[in-house]
């Protein structure tokens, strides 16, 4: 496997899709502090301390297969206290492209799609933007109902007196 460069590159990171063939490369993105402030204010999330995104992409046969991990430290807002918590991301991510139009048309029209199958986007112009990739699965990585590991929901217990009488049932003896 042939490894790019030492140094990490932003997550703004634009894929050439020439430079890909049957032989691993892999890549080692890192969102640069601007990135992390947009992605931030993006989610609403208090904080994105570090978010970085280690993949390996090569050509298989009629796309091009990226499989990688995202891993991130941002802090949340608990949905039970509103405190504010870290917590770390670390998402498994396999993405598949491919720059031939008829393997994708085909692939659309497939009379039995499944839910179970990859998905396989278009790439125009051979450039894959990793940006919105990367904003897209973190979003995904995200927990939509954050807490601490210790917060517990608490529910209030409806009892036979609490039930009020429907506020319309007064206007049951009204008629036109």
């Known amino acids: 496997m042939e490894k790019s460069s030492k140094s990490k ?5 634009v894929l050439d899709t020439r430079t890909v063939n049957k032989q691993k490369k892999h890549y080692e993105l890192e969102a ?17 301390m570090n978010l970085t995104f280690e993949f390996d992409v090569f050509l298989n046969k009629e796309y ?3 499989n990688g991990i995202l891993r991130a430290k941002i802090k949340q807002k608990c949905v039970v206290s509103s405190d504010e918590f870290e917590t770390k991301i670390s998402e498994p ?11 994708y048309n085909s692939l659309l029209n497939k009379a039995d799609f499944s839910m ?3 998905d396989v986007d278009f790439v125009e112009n051979g450039r894959i ?19 601490k590991t210790k917060e517990a929901f ?9 039930v009020v009488e429907n506020p319309f049932a007064v206007l049951k003896h009204l008629t036109k």
């Open 93 to 103: 991510v396999r993405l598949l492209f491919t720059e031939d139009e008829s393997f």
């Open 64 to 66: 091009i297969e990226i």
């Open 154 to 162: 608490s529910y209030y217990e409806l009892k036979a007196e609490d």
């Open 129 to 147: 933007y990793f940006y919105d990739i990367i904003q897209e699965q973190f979003g995904l990585a995200l927990n939509p109902f954050p807490k």
């Open 9 to 13: 590159k932003d997550i703004a990171f």
């Open 32 to 48: 640069n502090e601007s990135q992390k402030q947009a992605l931030k204010k993006f989610f609403e999330l208090p904080d994105v």
């Open 116 to 118: 179970d199958e990859d």
